[in-house]
């Protein structure tokens, strides 16, 4: 299954640039049933592309993440300075969107004619610390925990998702392993990424995932040594893995002991932690929508302020590797807390169709929108910019996360102008220096070589799409504009994308400077072993290149350097930011269908709900 966000944006104002920065349906395959929307990818690559990714697609599978919160304060810290040139109000935009469901569609005319949001009152109180970081305290580094924080809140409940098989009497659970181990039932090692080997919970035999059923020895329930020996330096496998076939015949999942109680929490007395559900929330607008998801803006009843629900149907969840990818995006939200340039979560929860992440709200709007008003920025800007999101990118890096959606909806803009990714639903983690994966997947303008090659890949696709970006931000115009194209039915398809960005030399506009053509090539270079940040120094190649020399690094971490732009927000719930093409579409959730719910195993979703301790006491405090 493929999957994707096909949200086009167009604004009428700047049609040719909105053609070219667009192509932004981020799309993920698993498995080999594969399709782009409505075409079968058969039909839509040549013949090279489809195999390579029907390989990569059938290698492994995904994981995702997702959304955080953010907040509002107007802070008087008398930084920032309106920068903005064009005062128009938004134009009216196209989507494309790909439902998650029929029954959330809306059609094409009326997305034509979405119009801008008009401007709403935030009825928040909020403090100071919190406009920067997810919880009141500000942590000692970026990502460290703060005073209080309880981080194992993050990990209860994902456990608990797991699926368990049984099988002569072990019971097998698909599990990462970090070490190098070796198949009990056929002796190979347990190559690759992600959850490739299974392991038994009660004798600790590992066997590869498509072994498993195959496993002989019955299951002794004592502890054998696991063959599982230290990784070496040479530990990383060239050959490629053999597909696993998944049937789920004889799969039982099996009820999983309960979690270990939750530690006590330092700000709450023990049972008192509340659980929100969907009518503690006015549900205001919908302001996204990706393959999987339908993002709104919520009022949280109590306090009135505002925060960002990221909304999915259960029932485009309920596989194996799906579920994963909504604890991976759980797992990322841990890893993003704390961090200025990454937004946090503030809860969870769940309907019997439906699960729910409340994120913090990033009132700015997102770098899309900015750049359909400003065509494209001065490099000063887009230094700034670009400055941001890699040390965000480096933060996630660093934690074996590989973000792969980086593009222009996913970077927000705070109330002063600092950036924040959202949207860690692409996510990859789990991965170390070295280490690759090899699903297909992204957003097509955006995409690396490698990945449509169908090679193995690491770190270095999200600085491919860090070059994209930079590109569009000082261009105005992606480096794979197919703007002169859209005339050619051939040529306007995304197998011709792929192969524009397979074999296109990119050309730097000559008005550029000679450091930022520079960083250009240097981020769009389509080897990876070549690319600026993926070669021996990695990110100190970056933060030392001529292009970013006059960054410093570290005030810019402590957001103590003056964005360049603030984005102009009249009133508390001022939606001039947002790009206006949701407007008109109805915010209600369609109600649950008895028929849908009854095929959801809501026993996968046990132990979703979540409410991040911090913040909720300090909504008891306003
Ligand atoms: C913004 N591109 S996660 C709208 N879309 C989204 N906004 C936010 N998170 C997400 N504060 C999305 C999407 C996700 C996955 C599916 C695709 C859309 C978000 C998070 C926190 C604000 C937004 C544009 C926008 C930015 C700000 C306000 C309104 C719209």
Known sequence: MIVMSNMFRGNPLHTDLQKSLNTKNSLRIDRSDVTIGDKRLSSSLDNVIRDKVIRSAKGLLETNLDDLFSDEEPKNLGVSEPTLRDGSKCGSLTSDASCDTDSDCIDDASREQRKCMGARRFGHILRRVLSRNVFPNVPAAPGMPCAGEDRSIYRRGARRWRKLYRVNGHIFQAKRFNRRAFCAFCQDRIWGLGRQGFKCIQCKLLVHKKCHKLVQRPCSSEHVDPIEVKDDANGEGTLGRAASVRSRAEELPLPETPPA???????????????????????????????????????????????????????????????????????????????????????????????????????????????????????????????????????????????????????????????????????????????????????????????????????????????????????????????????????????????????????????????????????????????????DNGFLDIVNHPFFKSIEWEMLEQKQVVPPFKPRLEGERDLANFPPEFTEEPVHLTPDLDTVIADIDQSEFEGFEYVNPLLMSLEDCV
């Open 261 to 535: 109680p939750a530690p006590p929490s330092h700000d709450l007395e023990p049972g008192s932690q509340r659980q929100y559900s969907l009518e503690d929330f006015e549900l205001i607008r919908v302001i996204g929508r990706g393959s999987y998801a339908k993002v709104l803006m919520v009022e949280l009843k109590r306090t009135r302020r505002v925060y960002a629900m990221k909304v999915i149907k259960k029932a485009l969840v309920t596989d194996d590797e799906d579920i994963d990818w909504v604890q991976t995006e759980k797992h990322v939200f841990e890893t993003a807390s704390n961090h200025p340039f990454l937004v946090g979560l503030h809860s969870c929860f769940q309907t019997p169709s439906r699960l729910f992440f409340v994120i913090e709200f990033v009132r700015g709007g997102d770098l899309m929108f900015h750049m359909q008003r400003q065509r494209r920025l001065p490099e000063e800007h887009a230094r700034f910019y670009a400055a941001e999101i890699s040390l965000a990118l480096h933060f996630l890096h660093e934690r074996g996360v590989i973000y792969r959606d980086l593009k222009l909806d996913n970077v927000l803009l705070d109330h002063e102008g600092h950036i924040k990714l959202t949207d860690y639903g692409m996510c990859k983690e789990g991965v170390r220096p070295g280490d690759t994966t090899s699903t297909f997947c992204g957003t097509p303008n955006y995409i690396a070589p490698e990945i449509l090659r169908g090679e193995e890949y690491g770190f270095s696709v999200d600085w491919w799409a860090l070059g994209v970006l930079t590109y569009e931000m000082l261009a105005g115009r992606s480096p794979f504009d197919l703007a002169h194209a859209a005339d050619s039915p051939d040529q306007n398809t995304e197998d011709y994308l792929f192969q524009v960005i397979l074999e296109k030399t990119i050309r730097i506009p000559r008005s550029l400077s000679v450091k930022a053509a520079s960083v250009l090539k240097g981020f769009l270079n389509k080897n990876p072993a070549e690319r600026l940040g993926c070669c």
